[in-house]
Structures are given as C-alpha cells and as structure tokens.
Nanobody
Framework: QVQLVESGGGLVQAGGSLRLSCAAS????????MGWFRQAPGKEREFVAS????????YYANSVKGRFTISRDNAKNTVYLQMNSLKPEDTAVYYC??????????????????WGQGTQVTVSS
C-alpha cells in the first residue's frame, strides 16, 4: 500500500520558518513528479510547489515564490518544503502529492495519484 506521510507542521509567528517533510512508502517516486498543495478553511485546495523527478526543475505558485523551496531526496523517497517568511495567509493544511503518471512539474491536482493525510500549518500575526 502506498503511503505519503507529512510531518513538520505546527504553529509559528509571522516571519518565521517551518520545514515540511513527506516520506513515501510502498512505491518509489524517484521517477515521478512530487508536489505540495494546501487548503485553507472554506477555500479550495490550491497548488503550492512541484518538483521534477531529478530535482533539477521546480515550479511555484506566485503566492509563495521566493519564500518557499521544494526539494527531494530520492534515496530516501522523501520530499521537503522549506517555508520562510511565513504569513498568516499561509495558514492551511498542507498536502504532499506524488504522481503515478508524470515526471515533470505540474500545478494540477489531477496529475497526482497519491496524497498524504495533510499537516496543519498555522501562522499567527
């Protein structure tokens, strides 16, 4: 059974940093695109960042560009999201996603077949 397990969420003050991790098991994602999405209360799930299977290409939502960095360690089957300069509007449940069909970056949730359970990130003002 494929599992994606996020960790690293929590409560942080505006301007602070958090690092999310997503550990995959049951399947290797070393040749697959990985991504992060988030969903705030009362809002639709939205794309945050995506990374090419080699880690050589990344793609970010405009709202996080320059503040967040996605990376991956294929040997550990793990993807990370470093979040700096956090803002209250970054408050959301963050989901890790793995693709079973594409290797390149994608902002579209339908390109991702596997999802984690989510980790809460709360940024206080």
């Amino acid at each position: 059974q494929v599992q994606l397990v996020e960790s690293g969420g929590g409560l942080v003050q505006a301007g602070g940093s958090l690092r999310l991790s997503c550990a995959a098991s049951g399947r290797t994602f070393s040749r697959s695109a990985m991504g992060w999405f988030r969903q705030a209360p009362g809002k639709e799930r939205e794309f945050v960042a995506s990374i090419y299977w080699t880690g050589g290409s990344t793609y970010y939502a405009n709202s996080v560009k320059g503040r967040f960095t996605i990376s991956r360690d294929n040997a550990k089957n793990t993807v990370y999201l470093q979040m700096n300069s956090l803002k209250p509007e970054d408050t959301a449940v963050y989901y890790c996603a793995g693709s079973g069909s594409i290797s390149g970056t994608s902002p579209y949730s339908y390109d991702y077949n596997y999802w984690g359970q989510g980790t809460q990130v709360t940024v206080s003002s």
